[in-house]
């Protein structure tokens, strides 16, 4: 291991496929990332982690999710997948945390779900997905769910999921182009939906720098020329976008980096890989990313890992414990 790989990152968007949950979802699993299926054990995310300088990364389980329209099934898998998540975290307690999944979008299964990831798994934080069958964040049937994660003060990791209006080029791979256009509509139906406003508590973090949220923030902030809309942002637009926090993953890079840093400070900015989906190379290609974007050292420090220390003190305290390789 070179100096420049020493393990000192924490990667808060790295993701599993257990195999009951591969097993399970058979071909509805579809395509991941942008050349096919992704493959994925733990050695191999081990492997990638020390030679790219990641000491901790909290694992995720990435679209399609688990909602397939059966709600035993539904649970079932999301219990086993979180299971699976706290044995592989336990196993390798300075390596990994976990974001652990929830049966949306049955509200009443989720919050005995996330009593129980809580309670029994100690999880880092939960996993939402951008749209549950088309119903997005916002709408007034998540409350209860949001009202909980409230209360816990939890951190929730969003991630985008396949849209289910269907009108897409279908030869261009969805992590290309409505990925980030569901991020960009699930936080315009949490902004106006009233849940940033109402549940200060929560700490957000939304995947791959906002998706397109940074270039049409001030657009969507002329939605409060709406009287109503209005009242669900009391606050004002932008400085309710600048409480998020962003991943880099596949952002690493002077145009995208320039418009999220237009709206937000690098404190709320933190390291993201979208391992395996979006392979090893990505990966890579991050960490350099980050040394080239012209930033203060205490602020590419910061991404690396010191913003996400303040949102997970166990995992900075297992990751600066680890015995030396």
């Not at 974001?99 to 979008?105: I, K, R, V, Y």
């Not at 009593?115 to 549950?132: K, M, P, R, V």
């Not at 995947?207 to 939605?223: D, M, N, Q, T, V």
């Not at 606050?235 to 980096?257: C, K, M």
């Amino acid at each position: 291991m070179t100096a420049q790989s020493a393990l000192t990152l924490i990667d808060v968007h790295h993701h599993i496929l257990p195999p009951i949950y591969v097993e399970t979802l058979g071909e509805r699993l579809g395509t991941q990332g942008l050349f096919g299926s992704a493959s994925w054990d733990a050695s191999r995310s081990l492997e990638s982690m020390d030679s790219n300088g990641i000491a901790t990364a909290i694992m995720s389980i990435s679209g399609p999710g688990f909602w397939f329209g059966n709600p035993a099934e539904t649970q079932n898998l999301v219990r086993a997948c979180n299971d699976f998540a706290a044995v592989l975290r336990d196993n390798h307690r300075s390596r990994f945390g976990m974001f652990a999944s929830l049966p949306l979008p049955d509200v009443g299964a989720s919050l005995r779900e996330l009593e129980y990831a809580f309670d029994t798994l100690s999880t880092d934080g939960f996993i939402l997905f951008t749209n549950y069958d088309g119903t997005y964040p916002g709408d007034e049937s998540f409350e209860p769910v949001f009202d909980e994660l409230n209360r816990r003060q939890a951190v929730v990791f969003f991630h985008p999921n396949e849209p289910t209006y269907g009108r897409f080029p279908r030869n261009i791979p969805l992590p290309t182009l409505e990925y980030p256009f569901e991020t960009t509509r699930a936080i315009t139906s949490l902004l106006f939906g009233g849940t940033f406003a109402k549940f200060r508590d929560i700490r957000f973090i939304f995947s791959h720098a906002g998706g397109s949220l940074p270039y049409l923030a001030e657009r969507i902030a002329r939605l409060t020329m709406n009287p109503e809309l209005k009242k669900k942002v009391p606050n004002g637009v932008i400085p309710e976008l600048q409480r998020l926090y962003f991943d880099i993953a596949l952002s690493a890079n002077r145009i995208t980096f320039a418009s999220l840093l237009a709206l937000t400070e690098p404190t709320k900015t933190l390291f993201g890989s979208d391992y395996p989906h979006a392979g090893e190379a990505t990966m890579a290609a991050t960490v350099s990313g980050l040394q080239q974007l012209g930033l203060a050292p205490d602020a590419v420090r910061g991404i690396q890992w010191e913003n996400a220390a303040r949102l997970f003190p166990r995992l900075h305290i297992a990751a600066r414990t680890r015995p030396a390789a």
